[in-house]
């Protein structure tokens, strides 16, 4: 009887899952071609893929030594402390966080002043960039700590015995061991980074990426022309941590 009700309940979710996935290409393929060569279209394309892939970089250069640091620490108050900053910038609400990088790159604060002589710290290709690993970086980082906590020390105290150096002991022993996890790490971020909205729309609404651009499209063309667009965006963001998935057989 609990099986039978389990599967009841199971089949349920699953097609509320996917329905939202399967109306999004029925609907959006049908502007599909039409939707990227409207106004601001297809340079939204290029702004998020650009923006993207450079948030992706910093967001792995920032995140895994981070990730490596927590690993190593043997301090649990550490450890602790570090889980909770992460994950309380992980919840926070995008459009928070949008308006928080907004005030810090304001013009009266002794950042904003200096980010200003440089370059217009708000509206700008640097504030796109900033708001994306704002919102990719916890993601990555608390992912890769897991994969890396996975292996277990017995392996990292037998390569020092080889007198292996710790760089040697991460490039041959941690980095091989936690490659998938730190592959689901960069999907995540990837995924999100491609979806960041809620922060871009506060400090970046220009240059316009293609989250900010869908908003746009749903205000001047309506609904299905925003479907599209959003087809577009899911075929950026997403087959990444889908593949990786499917590949898994199970939860990344």
Known sequence: MLKKAAWGISMVVLVIAALPVGLLFLEGARFFSSA?????????????????????????????????????????????????????????????????????????????????????????????????????LPYFILTAW?????????????????????????????????????????????ARIVGAFGAPVVVAYHPTALPVQIWITIEESGLPQALALALWLVLIGLPLPAWLTWRKGGVI
Do not use: D
């Open 146 to 190: 897991s994969a890396l906590s996975m292996i277990p020390r017995q392996w990292e105290e037998e390569a020092w015995s080889l007198h292996k150096t710790p760089w040697q002991t991460f490039r041959f022993v941690l980095w091989p061991a936690s490659r998938p996890g730190l592959m689901t790490a960069t999907a995540m971020a990837w």
């Open 36 to 136: 990227i060569k409207s106004p601001g279209a297809l340079s939204a394309l290029f702004t998020t893929l650009t923006s993207g892939l450079i948030a992706l970089g910093l967001c792995f250069v920032l995140g895994l030594p981070t990730a490596y640091w927590l690993r190593s620490q043997s301090s649990p108050v550490i450890k602790q402390v570090a889980a909770v900053l992460l994950v309380l910038a992980l919840l926070m609400p995008p459009l928070v966080l949008g308006l928080v990088l907004a005030f810090i790159m304001a013009p009266t604060t002794l950042i904003g002043s200096w980010l200003n002589l440089v370059h217009s710290a708000s509206n700008s290709f640097p504030a796109l960039i900033l708001a994306e690993v704002y919102e990719a």
